[in-house]
């Protein structure tokens, strides 16, 4: 193992050459790992992430966002909990409302491009909009804090290889490593956020637990306690030289003023700097193996090899392996269905929903009527959920119990997604269960969920094996020609909504 030394322009030297001196393809590979964690916002030295720009893009200033959001305002100080609750102002609501449409403007212009369907539903939009916030919350603060040891990982091994496959940002993401993973670098930020606040505190910790992430993109099973700590002990003393080192390199940080440049330039120069000043401190710290698994971190970088040498004789081998998909066994008992299989599921599941709609009518109504959307003996939402049933949980099928929920909550989902798409694009209610037991908006409801949940188990158990055995024994090629009428049908039905507008007749739902 070399002895540690601390030569601030041999780092750099060797960070430049990871970047640049490995050749084309690995540095395109390097720029394409930096691009992706640019583009998700996860990396901090990102220069935009998608949803920053594709909220920036819509222009904030526009006339309907604040008609948006009189009407949520509006319903806000007219609702039950801000008018009983004393210590709830409308003030405050609307505060709050106008604080989280600030940050998802996306959604409020998405919502108020049909402002019929904001004043019929400003409780949904509402509900949305402080759905959206708790999931970024969530995916800023925990996914996306854990997200960049990943890109760490990759930026080391860079260090060691010419060809570093861009699957390795997975490798510290191991099943019983991601909690550990997720808690480690929430407090790691919790951490430095707080200390930030005096200013002088949050500069010196920031250099302290700087190689925390580095540390876990090693070994992600350290826990927080031993990984601030051996930052601490690999950042003893030159606090001050890292903070120099960063200065040094001022001239390529304004490179980031230049998009294209700076994510093909600055971005990868900045994950290999760090990774270079993390092996430098590394050496500092030989004892502590139970936490620095990784040997091949110990040896010399391919990039320091002399001219002549066989980089694949030494090709490093990791502790970290990269991750496996190994399925539990009652996960490998799934059937395979072809193609042809699955659209027969698709239209009997929709034939036996159209069926059920059109009786529960008569039943109720003594009326025969088309119940459906389209203008064919066929409801395709039903059709969907059959199919996405049995092609995501027949893999499911040895838990009954798990089954039945996993089958409501596809169902329940793909109804909810139906009815507001309906509701949204063409002002169209085809139904409302707001009289029912357990309803979401009337979207859907408990009862509805149950029956989705058990049609799910019959369509896994006995429709599509069944269907499946007696289409095997059939010939070939008269059930595929079969397929492709039905098919022909179905695609004619849909030119014929879009012509002619959905279903409307009597009984049916139709337009507000």
């Known amino acids: 193992m070399k002895e540690f030394e601390w030569n601030r322009k041999e780092i750099k030297k060797a960070a430049w050459g990871d970047v640049f001196r490995r050749g084309a393809r690995a540095w395109l590979t390097l720029v394409a790992v930096c691009v992706i964690f640019t583009v998700l916002g996860v990396d901090e030295n990102a220069q935009l992430s998608l949803i920053e720009a594709a909220d920036t893009a819509v222009d904030d200033g526009n006339i309907i966002r604040p008609n948006n959001i009189e009407i949520l305002e509006e319903y806000i100080s007219n609702t039950k909990i801000v008018k009983d609750i004393p210590f709830i102002t409308s003030k405050q609501a609307i505060a709050f409302i106008d604080k989280i449409s600030k940050s998802n403007t996306w959604i409020i212009h998405l919502l108020g491009a049909n402002l019929a369907y904001l004043k019929r539903n400003s409780g949904e939009a509402v509900a949305i909009l402080i759905l959206s916030a708790v999931i970024s919350f969530i995916l800023r ?53 707080l200390w930030s606040i005096t200013v002088i505190g949050g500069f010196y910790k920031s250099y302290q637990y700087r190689f925390v992430p580095y540390i876990l993109a090693e070994n992600p099973k350290v826990k927080w306690r031993d990984a601030k700590r051996l930052s601490a002990d690999m950042t003893r003393g030159f ?80 502790m970290l392996e990269s991750v496996a998909i190994d399925l539990p066994e009652e996960l490998k008992e799934k059937r395979k269905y072809t193609v042809v299989e ?82 949204f694009f063409f002002n169209s209610n085809y139904w409302d269960y707001k009289d029912k037991l357990m309803n979401v908006n009337g979207r859907v409801c408990l009862v509805a969920l149950l029956m989705f949940g058990i049609g799910g188990m019959a369509g896994v158990y006995v429709i599509a094996p069944k269907l499946s055995e007696y289409l095997g024994n059939m010939d070939g090629k008269r059930v595929k020609a079969f397929c492709v009428l039905l098919c022909t049908f179905f695609a004619a039905d849909m030119i014929c909504c879009a012509v002619f507008g959905f279903n409307a007749g009597a009984g049916v739902g139709g337009s507000y």
Request: hydrophobic content about 50%; charged content about 20%; aromatic content about 16%.
């Open 342 to 423: 699955f659209l027969y599921m698709f239209f009997i599941f929709s034939f036996i929903g159209w069926c059920y709609e059109v009786g529960l009518h008569i039943i109720r109504d003594h009326e025969l009527v088309n119940r459906g959307t389209m203008y064919g003996p066929w409801l395709p939402i039903y059709g969907s959920g059959g199919v996405a049933i049995i092609f995501l949980l027949d893999r499911f099928k040895a838990n009954k119990a798990r089954f039945f929920a996993l089958a409501m909550l596809i169902c329940g989902s793909l109804e909810f997604a139906a009815s507001w798409a309906l509701d």
């Open 141 to 193: 603060f925990f996914i996306q804090n854990a997200a960049i040891i990943g890109k760490n990982r990759y930026a080391l091994e860079c260090r060691y290889s010419d060809s570093v496959s861009v699957g390795r940002i997975f490798s510290p993401f191991h099943r019983k490593n991601i909690i550990n993973l997720v808690f480690t670098m929430f407090i790691y930020k919790a951490v430095v956020t």
């Open 239 to 318: 606090k001050w030289k890292l903070f120099v080192a960063d200065l040094s390199c001022l001239h390529i940080q304004l490179l980031k003023l230049i998009p294209l440049c700076g994510i093909c330039t600055a971005v990868p120069f900045d994950a290999e700097f760090l990774a270079e000043q993390y092996i430098a401190l590394r050496r500092r710290v030989p004892d502590r193996k139970e936490i620095l698994i990784e040997r091949a971190f110990d040896e010399e970088a391919f990039v320091e090899l002399k001219n002549g040498e066989n980089r694949e004789a030494v090709a490093p081998v990791y």
